[in-house]
């Protein structure tokens, strides 16, 4: 019975650069935790009227950055998953995730200059 090598080698592929990407993934959400867990910080060291609307954002990037993660692992689990599909849905996420944390960081800016 014939077999479709060429099939198997696409999605032998597809795996190979699901695994390179989500290792580079790893370590780029590994940054960003560091960047949030830093955010953190500033929230402690905020005057209070601006660490209640700080507290908020850097709760809404660590939800962004857990949704990453999900996403992530989900894809590992998910064979039928392109390497594609799982870059597209997971740049959405990463660019959730910088504009929630640049506002986050904006408001700290603003709390120094006031």
Do not use: C, F
């Amino acid at each position: 019975m014939p077999t479709d090598t060429g099939s198997r080698t696409h999605e032998e592929t597809d795996q190979s650069a699901i695994l390179v990407a989500s290792d580079k993934l790893d370590r780029l959400l590994d940054d960003w935790q560091a960047r949030i867990d830093e955010l953190k910080v500033q929230v402690d060291l905020a005057r209070l009227d601006v660490r209640e609307d700080l507290a908020r954002r850097t709760e809404v990037a660590e939800n962004v950055y857990l949704a990453v993660r999900s996403r992530l692992s989900d894809a590992r689990d998910d064979t039928g998953k392109t390497a594609a599909t799982l870059r597209q849905s997971v740049d959405q996420l990463l660019l959730d995730l910088r504009r929630v944390y640049d506002d986050a960081e904006a408001v700290v800016k603003r709390s120094h200059e006031a």
